[in-house]
Nanobody, 127 residues
């Protein structure tokens, strides 16, 4: 079973920044998967945020985070990052990284494309 762990969450003020990390367990590499970030706000459905193709670096982001969030990867560290700028209170959620079937379009940000879920990290944005 793939083991992914998200970290880096915490409390931020509106307009602030946070960087989340998604690390894979020892023995697992990202070669076989693309990686996505999803989030779930209290009382809401889990939604896709961004994903990255580990083979060619292609990224897809939801419209509500474009120009604010950036997904990137460091294959040498087996880690994917989500840099979140200009945070808004509505960005408050538990953020999950996941191994996705591929990152090629908006459909890649749907739960049906998720192969494995990682553990989440809570992001709280205060106004």
């Amino acid at each position: 079973e793939v083991q992914l762990q998200a970290s880096g969450g915490g409390l931020a003020q509106a307009g602030g920044s946070l960087t989340l990390s998604c690390a894979a367990a020892s023995g697992f590499t990202f070669d076989d998967y693309d990686i996505g970030w999803f989030r779930q706000a209290p009382g809401k459905e889990r939604e896709g945020v961004s994903c990255i193709s580990m083979s060619d670096g292609n990224t897809v982001s939801a419209d509500f985070v474009k120009d604010r969030f950036t997904i990137s990867s460091d294959n040498t560290k087996n880690t994917v990052y989500l840099r979140m700028n200009s945070l808004k209170p509505e960005d408050t959620a538990v953020y999950y990284c996941a191994a996705v079937l591929d990152c090629s379009g908006y459909e890649s940000l749907t739960r049906s494309f998720v192969d494995y879920w990682g553990k989440g990290t809570l992001v709280t944005v205060s106004s």
